[in-house]
């Protein structure tokens, strides 16, 4: 009860001098919440018997609500230092953009731009332009068209070409992507009566042919992005697809997931078609992601014929799920690079982390593993296993790369508590636990996240041997 007595009433902490100066510096609202979040930690602190005696002086009270007000203004998004080994991870922000996309969004972002505007013919122009020539040339296609997101690209190509009639899906492709993406609540959003054919391990030409009615539209093949079937298996390949299209009278449209714009194959022990390959054999419809094999911003691309695509620029879903400008600017910045194979290999980076040899990861391993010991005190023990990094969410769901991955310990902690403590860090660190150890990927580790995480290990060491 007497400590509780000491608690001042919050009137009076707003005019101490301490309070006095934050008042000065932040808006009074601002001052309040952090005062009163403060006074109301003070009191459950009493109630624990765990308030010491100096936590009720003004000074200790100021300092205590300066910090609040410093978490309580801090941005809620912000930066993270990815150690996951997961390339495409979703829960991190998918793929961060190459350099090159930095002036483009500068340009644009900053100035006015001509974003609907066209310079030549002095008149309206569209925002929709500015990329379609370039993935047209990227991907061999007739017409092009950019989105928000893939959800949407898929939900505006579906409504478009398919809404009041019925497209056919293997029911081996019903996929879930996460995050409540599910292909049939989709076609239903759309308008689209889904026909299932097949079993979930096996689809025949058959079953698609035994399925078309007067009333189907599409053939829809749907890329199984984050789950395999393996054992005995069988599925409908895009040419056989396209050829059952033909003979039917049955456009086919596909959902390619990543869509990835080189051929993976050549670099990584995987089965990812890319997108070229689909405009080659002909398929009329095609959507993918921008952020995902890609590398690029959140997008969702749709190629394919003109006979399509045109009436999806005229939908009106296309305005509720347009792309924005900065997305633009990032994604023609990033589609540019694809220009060159080798380019795009070296300076995308979700291209660069997911082909780096194994003799690039342990070379990075080693050079991070001597910076750090020269900045950190000996109570960090830091140590070289051999392991393997993902390639992500939604993206290559059997790839496992081989890497080196940086394993650390800080005495007095267990795994479990180190995680926590980088995972809160100012710069956060978000690494794994990997056979009962914390370990950090450097796979998917920056050049300037050394800086970070030697700033999150110290002072995670330095608390640890206080306590
Ligand atoms: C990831 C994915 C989507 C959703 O794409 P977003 O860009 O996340 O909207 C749709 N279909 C497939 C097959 C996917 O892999």
């Known amino acids: 009860m007497e400590q509780l007595r000491k608690i001042p009433k919050v009137d009076r902490v707003l005019e101490s001098e301490e309070v006095k100066g934050l008042l000065a510096e932040y808006p009074r609202t601002v001052v309040l919440r952090a005062a009163r979040l403060v006074l109301e930690q003070l009191r459950k602190g009493v109630l624990a018997g765990e308030a010491s005696e100096d936590a009720f002086s003004a000074g200790a009270i100021g300092s205590e609500i300066g910090a609040e007000i410093a978490r309580l203004i801090a941005p809620s998004l912000r930066k993270v230092v990815n150690g996951t080994g997961v390339v495409v991870h979703t829960n991190l922000g998918r793929s961060i953009l190459p350099e090159r996309a930095r002036q483009a969004l500068n340009e644009v972002a900053f100035s006015y731009s001509n974003l609907e505007f066209d310079l030549e013919k002095n008149r309206r122009g569209s925002r929709y332009d500015h990329v379609e020539r370039l993935i047209c040339e990227l991907t061999g296609a007739e017409a092009a068209l950019v989105v928000n997101n893939n959800a949407a690209a898929v939900l505006l190509a579906l409504g478009s070409a398919a809404a009041g009639r019925e497209a056919i899906v293997s029911r081996g492709e019903l996929v879930e992507i996460g995050g409540s993406f599910r292909i049939p609540d989709v076609m239903r959003l759309s308008g689209v009566t889904l026909t299932e054919v097949g079993t979930t391990n096996r689809t025949h030409a058959k079953d698609y042919r035994a399925a078309v009615t007067t009333e189907t539209a599409l053939f829809l093949k749907v890329h199984t992005s984050n789950f395999a079937v393996v054992g005995f298996t069988a599925e409908v390949g895009i040419e056989e697809m396209v050829r059952l299209g033909k003979e039917t009278g049955v456009p086919v449209m596909a959902d390619m997931g990543s869509g990835s714009l080189i051929d993976l194959r050549k670099h990584l022990p995987c089965d990812e078609p890319n997108v070229q390959e689909f405009v080659q054999a002909g398929v009329d419809i095609i959507t993918f992601s921008g952020d995902k094999l890609l590398g690029g911003p959140q997008a969702g691309i749709i190629v394919g014929k003109k006979a399509f695509i045109e009436p999806m620029k005229k939908h009106p879903l296309l305005r509720a799920v347009r792309i924005d400008k900065l997305t633009l600017a ?95 860090s100012e710069i956060p660190v978000i690494g794994r636990i990997w056979k009962g150890s914390y370990v950090l990927d450097p796979r998917t580790l920056l050049e300037e996240d050394v800086a970070y995480l030697a700033a999150a290990l110290g002072a995670t060491a330095r608390a640890g041997s206080r306590e």
Do not use: C, F, W
């Open 330 to 424: 990032s994604l023609e910045a990033t589609l540019g690079l694809y220009r060159d194979e080798r380019v795009a290999l070296k300076e995308v980076p979700t291209l660069a982390m997911l082909t780096a040899p194994l003799e690039e990861v342990t070379r990075r391993a080693k050079g991070i593993v001597r910076q750090l010991r020269r900045a950190l005190p000996a109570s960090v023990h830091l140590s070289l296993i051999h392991g393997e990094s993902q390639g992500g969410g939604g993206t290559l769901p059997l790839l496992n790369l081989p890497t080196l991955l940086i394993e650390v310990a800080v005495d007095g902690l267990s795994p479990n508590e180190l995680e926590a403590a980088l995972r809160t």
